[in-house]
C-alpha cells in the first residue's frame, strides 16, 4: 500500500530561524510529489511540486523541497521563517497514472513565534 | 478567475438527517474530487469524477454516502442518515486534466449533533 509520513505532528520555531519538516513516502510506482498550505480557516494552497527533472524545487516564497529517491523523501525547508508561515503543511504524492489521486499525510502544524 | 466554491460554508446537523453538500469546480476542469479531513488529521480521498464519469469511489466510508456530476461541472456529495462520526470538513478539488495540481475550494465544516 502507498502512504505518505509526516514525522512531525508540530514544529515550534522562533522567527528568523531554519526550518525543515519532513515527508517520507513508499510506493512501488513512480510518484508526483506535493506540499499543500492549509492557513487557518482556508482550503489547501499549493506550495509546490516535483513532477519531474531537477530534484530540488523552490516556492515564491522561500521555501524549497528536494526530491530524494534512495531515501524515499520530500523534506521542506526554508532558511528563514516569518510569522506569515504559521500554518498546517502537508505533504501528499499522486501515483503516476493513477488519474492524479492524491494521497496526504498527516500534516505537521509549523508555529513560529515572534 | 473564480476558485473551487463550495457551499454551505459550515453545516450542523442532527443525526439521523440527510445532507447535500455542493461543489463548483473552475470552469472547464474535468477531474473533480472530494476528500474528507477529521479534525486533526491530513485529507481522505472519498471519490474522483472525470467530466460526469465517477471514476473512482473507493473511499466513500459507508452507502449512506453518495457523489454525483450529472452534467460534469457541479458535483454534490450526499449523506444520508448522518452519524457523528460523518463530522469532519469536506473538501472539493478540480482539476485541468487527471495529472493536474489540484485546487481546493475552502471546504464544508459538517457537524453532526
Known amino acids: 500500500a502507498q502512504s505518505v509520513t509526516q514525522l512531525d505532528s508540530q514544529v515550534p520555531v522562533f522567527e528568523e530561524a531554519p526550518v525543515e519538516l519532513r515527508c517520507n513516502y513508499s510506493?512501488?510506482?513512480?510518484?508526483?510529489l506535493f506540499w499543500y498550505v492549509q492557513y487557518p480557516n482556508q482550503g489547501l494552497q499549493l506550495l509546490l511540486k516535483?513532477?519531474?527533472?531537477?530534484?530540488l524545487v523552490e516556492s515564491i516564497n522561500g521555501f524549497e523541497a528536494e526530491f530524494n529517491k534512495s531515501q524515499t523523501s520530500f523534506h521542506l525547508r526554508k532558511p528563514s521563517v516569518h510569522i506569515s508561515d504559521t500554518a498546517e503543511y502537508f505533504c501528499?504524492?499522486?501515483?503516476?497514472?493513477?488519474?492524479?489521486?492524491?494521497?496526504f499525510g498527516q500534516g505537521t502544524e509549523l508555529s513560529v513565534k515572534p | 478567475g473564480a476558485g473551487v466554491s463550495q457551499s454551505p460554508r459550515y453545516k450542523v446537523a442532527k443525526r439521523g438527517q440527510d445532507v447535500a453538500l455542493r461543489c463548483d469546480p473552475i470552469?472547464?476542469?474535468?477531474?473533480l474530487f472530494w476528500y474528507q479531513q477529521a479534525l486533526g488529521q491530513g485529507p481522505e480521498f472519498l471519490t474522483y469524477?472525470?467530466?460526469?464519469?465517477?471514476?473512482?469511489k473507493s473511499g466513500l466510508p459507508s452507502d449512506r454516502f453518495f457523489a454525483e456530476r450529472p452534467e460534469g461541472s457541479v458535483s454534490t456529495l450526499k449523506i444520508q442518515r448522518t452519524q457523528q462520526e460523518d463530522s469532519a470538513v469536506y473538501l472539493c478539488?478540480?482539476?485541468?486534466?487527471?495529472?493536474?495540481?489540484?485546487?481546493f475550494g475552502n471546504g464544508t465544516r459538517l457537524t453532526v449533533t
Open positions: 478539488a478540480s482539476s485541468l486534466t487527471g495529472d493536474s495540481p489540484l485546487h
Open positions: 510506493s512501488s510506482v513512480s510518484v508526483y
Open positions: 516535483y513532477l519531474s527533472g531537477s530534484t
Open positions: 501528499a504524492v499522486i501515483l503516476y497514472n493513477q488519474g492524479g489521486k492524491l494521497i
Open positions: 470552469s472547464g476542469h474535468v477531474s
Open positions: 469524477f472525470q467530466n460526469e464519469a465517477q471514476l473512482d
